[in-house]
C-alpha cells in the first residue's frame, strides 16, 4: 500500500517552520538577555520596542526566561521591576550568541553563493543594471556579490528604512524615485513574497529576480523558483 506524504516543497515547508519558529524565539531571547546584562533600567515596552515585536509577545518571553531560572526579578520604585541575569542566563546568552553566529555565517554562504548565481544569469542575458527592493542584511550581501560581476546596482528600494546608503549604492523610498534598471532584485527578508507580490502588480514579473533560497512563488508566472525563466 502507498503512502501519500505531499509534495517535497509541503514537506520540506512544515519541516523547517518549527525550527524557524525556535530560531524566532532564540534570537528574542539572546537580545533580551542582552538587553538586560548591559543595562540597569529595562522595561517591557523598551524591550518591546528594540526587538520590534508585541508588548504581549516581551511578556511571554520574560516569564519564559523568569521559569527556566535565566533572569531573576526584583521590586523598584514607582511599582516597576527590575531584572537581572542569573549564572544560569549568562551560561544561556552564551550558548544563544554562538548558535546565532554560526546561523549567520551559514545564510551569509548560501546567500552570496544564490546572488552570485543570480547575477551570472544576469550577465549572461545582457542585463547591466538592476536595482535591489529591500535594504538589509542580504542586501549587503548581494552588494558584495555584486562587485564580483559586471552588473551595476543603481538603487536600493526601502520604503521604511532610515538609511541613505548600503554599501555605497543610493536608496530611494518610493517606487517613482528608482533609476531605470532592466532588472528588480528582491534582498527584502521581512517579507519577501510579500515585496514580490506588490511589484509584481506595476512591474513585470519576469523582470523580477530574487536569491534561490528564498523559495518565492511567482503563481501564475511559473510556480516556486529561484530565477525567472
Partial sequence: MKTHRGAPEQRLASQNEPAVEQDQEGDSTRLILHAIESRDRVTQRGL????GIAL???NIYLKRCLSKGLIKMRKAPARRYAYYLTSKGFTEKARLTAKFLRRSLSFFRLARQDCAELFDQCRNRGIEK??????????????????????????????????????GIPVVR?????PAAEILVIT???????CFDRLAEWHPPEKILFPGFLHLSRGRNGGREGRSR
Fill in 56 to 58: 504581549g509577545l516581551t
Fill in 48 to 51: 518591546a520596542a528594540e526587538l
Fill in 188 to 194: 527584502d527578508t521581512r517579507d519577501p513574497q510579500a
Fill in 174 to 178: 518610493r517606487l517613482d524615485q528608482l
Fill in 130 to 167: 538592476v536595482a535591489f527592493v529591500g535594504a538589509g542584511d542580504l542586501c549587503e550581501i548581494a552588494s558584495l556579490a555584486a562587485l564580483d560581476s559586471e552588473v551595476e546596482v543603481v538603487a536600493v528600494l526601502d520604503e521604511v528604512t532610515n538609511r541613505q546608503k548600503v554599501a
